[in-house]
Every structure is written in structure tokens, then in C-alpha cells.
């Protein structure tokens, strides 16, 4: 745990939380709005957390150069995430403009 100092942790785990916090309100917003949409940009937001989860991991065993594949999985979660983001902002955009 000594890669990170303590307020760099506090960030990296509170950044977890939020994401884990925003992912769950839209969810219970989207049930009430428009569901499918919404619901589909709280799912959207799965890859990210998942990368944000393995970079602490990693940071939390001193980036240990035997889980450096965690740096690959954490590339690959955030190129994935930012696609399935941008999918589902453009459905949210979509079926705003369409029930306008």
C-alpha cells in the first residue's frame, strides 16, 4: 500500500464509491422515467467500475509486477467502458428526442 499516498487512496476509493453510488441511482431513476434507457446507461457503467477496481487492486499490492495484467485488464475495461458509455448516452439521446 505504500505505492499511493493516504490522500490519493481516499480519492481512488471514494472515485469507487461514487461510480458504485451513480451507477445505483440511475438505475432506481431510470424505473421511473424511462426505464430502458436508463437502465441500460447504469449497465454501460459496469466496464469503467471494473477498471477502477483493478487499479486499486493493483496499487494496493504495490503494483507487484506479478499482477501486471491487471494494467491490461484496466486498459481494456476503460477502452470498453467508454464505448458502452457512448452507446449508451446516444440510445438515452435517441429515445429522449423520440418521446420529446
Avoid at 490522500?7 to 421511473?32: C, P
Avoid at 495484467?69 to 464505448?83: E, F, P, R, Y
Wanted: glycine share 4%; with cysteine.
Amino acid at each position: 500500500m505504500h505505492a499511493l499516498s493516504l490522500g490519493t487512496w481516499w480519492i481512488h476509493v471514494a472515485s469507487v464509491f461514487e461510480w458504485l453510488l451513480a451507477m445505483v441511482l440511475i438505475a432506481q431513476r431510470g424505473s421511473q422515467r424511462s426505464p430502458t434507457s436508463m437502465i441500460w446507461l447504469s449497465a454501460a457503467m459496469i466496464p469503467a467500475l471494473i477498471s477502477a477496481m483493478a487499479a486499486c487492486t493493483w496499487h494496493l499490492y504495490d503494483n507487484s509486477e506479478s499482477l501486471r495484467w491487471l494494467v491490461t485488464l484496466q486498459a481494456s475495461t476503460t477502452l470498453l467502458g467508454n464505448i458502452t458509455l457512448a452507446f449508451a448516452a446516444w440510445n438515452l439521446q435517441r429515445d429522449t428526442t423520440v418521446k420529446g
